[in-house]
């Protein structure tokens, strides 16, 4: 099974996210959000971010799985917001983008791929592990990543700025092949 945009699924499509599927995105995102599962943000923010976006479309129309691939450096990027509806979940949408934006990360060139996750099992299960605090990045692209003001990047780098990590989520790692 592809998991390629564009590609179908049993009753679903995966397709780059559009300018019209910030509010629906929004919409898979804030319950999760509620639940602090996952960061709530500003309409803005998905506006700005679109273009790193997949949703995943159901038969009728309905966008019913988003994620995102945040590129932070030359070999790493970050998947983010990654969201199946209630109804979908346990049916391969997660799975499906992941694949995805894995194979995103791949295209553009990104050997590492991080993220902050409670669903822990699910990226185990794709092949991320939880990363140590010192998870070989050099000391020049370090420095270079200080300047940086995204907060995943932060994360990443396990700065004191964004701890204590109120969510109590767990930072993971891939490396693609």
């Known amino acids: 099974m592809s998991a390629e ?10 397709r780059r996210a559009r ?9 898979l995102v804030a319950p999760l959000a509620d639940e602090r599962v996952l960061i709530s ?11 790193e976006f997949l949703v995943a479309e159901s038969d009728d129309g309905t966008v019913i799985g988003c994620g995102a691939l945040h590129v932070m450096w ?17 049916r391969g949408v997660g799975r499906a983008l992941l694949e995805a934006l894995l194979e995103r990360g791949r295209d553009l060139g990104v050997a590492r791929v991080f993220c902050l996750t409670f669903e822990v099992d699910f990226f185990v299960r794709h092949g991320f592990a939880v990363m140590a605090n010192q998870d070989s990045i050099d000391p020049v692209v370090y420095s270079e990543l200080l300047r940086s003001h995204d907060e995943g990047v932060a994360e990443f ?11 109590g989520n767990t930072r993971m790692i891939r490396r693609l092949d």
């Open 5 to 14: 945009p564009g590609s179908s699924h049993p009753g679903y499509t995966l």
């Open 19 to 27: 300018t019209s599927d910030v509010a629906p995105i929004r919409a």
């Open 74 to 90: 030359e070999d790493l990027g970050e998947v983010r917001t990654l969201a199946a509806s209630t109804d979908w979940r346990g």
């Open 41 to 51: 943000k500003e309409a803005v923010a998905y506006y700005e971010d679109i273009q």
């Open 157 to 167: 780098l396990d700065l004191a700025r964004v701890k204590p990590n109120t969510l």
